[in-house]
């Protein structure tokens, strides 16, 4: 691997540094008692540092996976996920705000990443963040991409979303609908008062 490939991935798997200060002062006062009682036992011990290299591939922990990386581009990497066998599985590894998500296609990588970044936004950031995404409610979008958004607004499971897909005939690698009819097909499931507020 040349010193441009490993500068590129050292740039990839960087997820920056801050610092920050602060000062605080408080008082108080109290009165307690209490006693207690306790007693235990330990022992434990190990070894080993895991595989650093591959047929001269070094192995990077990447969202705790360990991961070859063959190329970089911008915030999309390929490479491999290495198992316990040390069998190899072909990957796209992304990155968006210090967050990493693989895939078996590029795609993937990124319905992943999509879930990862809007998990812990509130109701109201997620649905700015859809209505931005989907900026003409007239618009005909891929099932595919409405399905991911409906776990970002709704926090629904994969399973309970393909489950409803099949119930309702819908087609996720094919189909495609506006937001409106989005709404008026999820509006009475799964996480329905969220989807009520997009309209």
Known sequence: MGKVMEDRIKQFLN??????????????????????DGSGYGYGSGSGDGVKSINGNP???VDNIPTIITNVKGNISK?????????????????????????N?????????????YDDSTEEERILKFKEHFSDFSKKY??????????????????????????????????????????ELTKNSYGGDIIRRLS
């Open 15 to 36: 997820i920056g540094s801050g610092s920050g200060d602060g000062s605080g002062y408080g008082d108080g006062s109290g009165y307690g008692s209490g006693s207690g």
């Open 59 to 61: 192995i990077y922990v």
């Open 79 to 103: 490479g491999f996920i290495l198992h316990s066998d040390l069998s190899l599985t072909p990957c796209f590894i992304v990155k968006e705000n210090n967050q990493f998500s693989h895939g």
């Open 105 to 117: 296609t590029l795609h993937e990588a990124f319905e992943s990443l999509q879930e990862k970044l």
């Open 142 to 183: 891929s099932a595919k991409d409405l399905f991911i958004w409906h776990h970002v607004l709704t926090g629904s499971c994969k399973a309970g979303r393909e489950a409803f897909c099949t119930s309702k005939g819908i087609d996720v690698d094919n189909d495609r609908f506006t937001v409106y009819e989005f709404i």
